[in-house]
């Protein structure tokens, strides 16, 4: 077939096919096993796969368990269990990048970078954490995991809020992981105190999170090329009450709340970096629900336009913005109702060519 069809066709046909049927295709012959481990191809099969969102997969944790669940985006019907590296650990996720997702295990604290398409992974090496000080009561760690092109390479970031004695917030403690090196390094301080345990939101290269200046309420971003942070412009006409950080169409989102369950709003920064891009998407009127939804998440739009929202408490729904409805999301084979989520698009990125670095198959 190779001599019959040019490479550049086969290259667009096979391109546009689920990296599960990639794998079992490098077992077709010599010619396709070669094609299949270019990392020219797999840059072109990750950025259509990005692209048309063909070969996504929602992939959460239920609490308190020692489970990990993919679910078919575009289905959304049945969970299938996974075989991660963490064993009989409580999985925690801290973020996903071009089909690569970092987890940890909530009792030992081991970390680790795992392609779920291919199995490959790579344990990250604990860092050298600081002693506490006398006058610290309280660290609070929050992470995020990004690719920086330049050094093509993947970075998780670390990022320890501080607390004195007083309960005044003192400082943050940043230290960046790069795959390539396999180490980690501390870079400055920042000055912002970074709010929740929620993983960080990667949009336009960079992370983020809700944060505060000890004055007022902020979104905070790192980013991956220049390792800097800096402050979002937020929503100006928008309630004070800033919640939960997504995305939507490549687009960040904020969700922000009007009284206790009154009324909650989702925006969307249409052109990046720019404040007056602040578009509110929808709002939802709620003054009679019992349970009233808070800190909503925007995961991502469904094909039937509904969008997919983790909320507060760990429940994922579908949000209809035409009807202005509501309803929960029922996924077969988890009896569970609070969930840990990351959206993972199906890849052949391999830890083992980033810089040399050696990963590990997963048994």
């Known amino acids: 077939m190779a001599s019959i069809i040019p490479e550049e066709i086969m290259v667009d046909i096979l391109s546009r096919l689920p990296a599960k049927s990639l794998l079992r295709f490098r077992c077709v012959c010599k010619s396709w096993y070669t094609l299949l481990h270019r990392p020219s191809f797999i840059q072109i099969h990750l950025n259509r796969a990005v692209e048309t969102e063909n070969d996504r997969k929602i992939i959460l944790t239920c609490s308190g ?3 990990l669940y993919s679910v078919d985006y575009d289905a959304c019907d049945k969970a299938v269990l996974l075989k991660h590296p ?3 650990s409580v ?28 199995g490959e992974y790579n344990i990250v090496p604990k860092t050298d954490t600081k002693p506490w000080n006398d006058s610290e009561v309280w660290r609070l760690a929050v992470f995020g ?27 943050s403690e940043v230290e960046v992981y790069t795959l390539g090196s396999n180490s980690w390094r501390r870079i400055p301080h920042i000055p912002f105190k970074i709010f929740g345990y929620y993983a960080g939101v990667l949009v336009n290269g960079a992370l983020h999170w809700m944060a505060s200046n000890g004055s007022s309420e902020l979104i905070a971003s790192f980013d991956a090329i220049t390792e800097e942070c800096r402050e979002i412009p937020k929503p100006q006409s928008a309630s004070e009450q800033l919640f939960n950080l997504g995305v939507l169409g490549g687009c960040l989102c904020v969700s922000t709340a009007h009284g206790v369950g009154v009324m909650i709003e989702l925006w969307m920064m249409k052109d990046y970096g720019v404040g007056e891009s602040w578009t509110k998407i929808f709002t939802i009127l709620q003054p009679m629900r019992t349970t009233p939804l808070r800190y909503l998440k925007p995961l991502g739009y469904m094909k039937n336009d509904e969008i997919l929202v983790e909320r507060g408490d760990g429940k994922l729904v579908l949000y209809n913005p035409i009807a202005a409805t509501i309803r929960d999301l029922c996924i077969q084979g988890i009896s569970a109702t609070w969930f840990n989520t990351e959206i993972l698009v199906g890849s052949l990125v391999s830890l083992y060519t980033q810089n040399g670095v050696d990963g590990q198959q997963q048994a």
């Open 145 to 171: 995991f990004a690719f920086d092109p330049m050094i093509h390479d993947y970075k998780l970031v670390k990022i320890v809020s501080i607390y004195k004695a007083d309960i005044h917030f003192c400082e």
């Open 91 to 118: 999985v925690e996720l801290l973020g996903s990048c071009n089909g690569l997702l970092c987890t940890k295990a909530s009792d030992t604290g081991d970390m680790f970078i795992w392609n779920p398409s291919t």
């Open 65 to 67: 368990t020692r489970s």
């Open 86 to 88: 963490l064993g009989k």
